[in-house]
């Protein structure tokens, strides 16, 4: 395994992509965003940089991309592992995708204090470390689970109900974008995130069938 020198306090997000870019192989990538210190409000107060979870072997079939962790992410250096990851467990099965197939991943990869929404430059100097990702990856789809995500992929105005249902074509690949399983759980069994994020996650495992 290739050893880079992590990203400095206060580096630009120039500075990290490019770190990130030198990654050769995803084990490279995670051992050296692990020391990543870039944002130093989250560097401060994380206990884990949650990288992501990927298949043991071959090409994921989606990538799953929410905003960032939670405490309970935070706790166990694992994406989607609390009561959003258990309902996004569920749906994924119910619509034909296993997990264990798919990656899983966030924009930024550190818990904003209090779970607030990642601020700009924070999600700018992330981004470096999930550009490099999908292209080790090379997933065929991914799925934005909640607005920040969407933006990420999709641009600043976007608005969810606008483009869910469908795919977008971003640099080769198809983007999904959908609720995040919060929402679901915000709104009840029987809200409409619920029944939408199910709705397009079938559709997601279809077209990658």
């Not at 997000?13 to 870039?38: F, K, N, Q, Y």
């Not at 920040?148 to 640099?171: C, E, Q």
Request: aromatic share 4%; net charge positive; charged share 20%.
């Amino acid at each position: 395994m290739a050893v880079l020198r992590p990203p400095r306090l206060d580096a630009t997000a120039d500075e990290v992509a490019g770190i990130a870019a030198a990654a050769p192989d995803w084990a490279t990538l995670a051992t050296t965003a692990r020391s990543c210190v870039a944002c130093p409000e989250l560097a401060a107060v994380r206990q884990h940089v949650v990288v992501g979870d990927v298949p043991l072997s071959g090409r994921p079939l989606v990538a799953l991309v929410g905003e960032a962790p939670g405490a309970t992410e935070d706790e166990t250096g694992r994406p989607f592992v609390g009561r959003s990851g258990a309902l996004l467990d569920l749906l994924l099965t119910e619509a034909g995708l296993d997990r264990a197939q798919c990656a899983v991943l966030n924009v930024v990869k550190c818990r904003p204090p209090g779970n607030r929404t990642p601020k700009a430059p924070e999600v700018a100097r992330c981004s470096g470390w999930l550009h490099r990702q999908l292209e080790l990856l090379d997933p065929p789809a991914i799925v934005a689970l909640g607005l920040s995500a969407a933006k990420f992929f999709l641009g600043p105005r976007t608005v969810l109900g606008a483009v869910r249902g469908r795919p977008h074509s971003i640099d080769g690949r198809d983007v999904w974008a959908t609720y995040h399983p919060s929402a679901a759980i915000r709104f009840g069994p029987n809200g409409a995130p619920r029944a939408a994020l199910l709705a397009d996650l079938t559709d997601v495992a279809r077209s990658v069938r």
